[in-house]
């Protein structure tokens, strides 16, 4: 991965939803994650362009009738699960931002690489 990435996401169900036992919730996740999937790859991301070190994210949301942090958990576990990054543990994840603004798709997600 060079310098930064730009990904549009769908926004993912609330963590609200998909922390308790309902196995609706989990269908929902499903459906979101192959949608998501879906996304990534017309954008054209491919799995082995992914950073390996230390990196900094900054959360785009579309504004509406949500919690502006009842989604990064399930958005920053989905760019691990592809491996758009290698983790998100405190030595990897240096800097999170979370913000509304412009996000055609629900979440727009940068990136970017640190020294």
């Given at each position: 991965m060079t310098g930064?990435?730009?990904?549009d996401l769908p926004l993912p169900p609330a963590v609200n939803v998909g922390r308790r036992i309902?196995?609706?919730a989990t269908a929902k996740f499903s459906e979101?994650?192959?949608r998501t999937?879906?996304?990534v790859l017309a954008q054209g991301w491919r799995w082995k362009n992914g950073h390996a070190g230390p990196y900094e994210l900054r959360l785009v949301m579309r504004e509406g009738r949500h919690d502006l942090d009842a989604h990064?958990?399930?958005i920053v576990d989905y760019l691990v699960r592809i491996g758009?990054?290698?983790?998100d543990s405190h030595h990897m994840l240096r800097s999170l931002h979370l913000e509304f603004g412009d996000a055609p798709d629900g979440c727009r997600a940068?990136?970017?690489r640190l020294p």
């Amino acid at each position: 991965m060079t310098g930064e990435i730009t990904l549009d996401l769908p926004l993912p169900p609330a963590v609200n939803v998909g922390r308790r036992i309902d196995w609706r919730a989990t269908a929902k996740f499903s459906e979101w994650q192959s949608r998501t999937d879906m996304s990534v790859l017309a954008q054209g991301w491919r799995w082995k362009n992914g950073h390996a070190g230390p990196y900094e994210l900054r959360l785009v949301m579309r504004e509406g009738r949500h919690d502006l942090d009842a989604h990064e958990k399930a958005i920053v576990d989905y760019l691990v699960r592809i491996g758009v990054v290698a983790s998100d543990s405190h030595h990897m994840l240096r800097s999170l931002h979370l913000e509304f603004g412009d996000a055609p798709d629900g979440c727009r997600a940068h990136i970017r690489r640190l020294p």
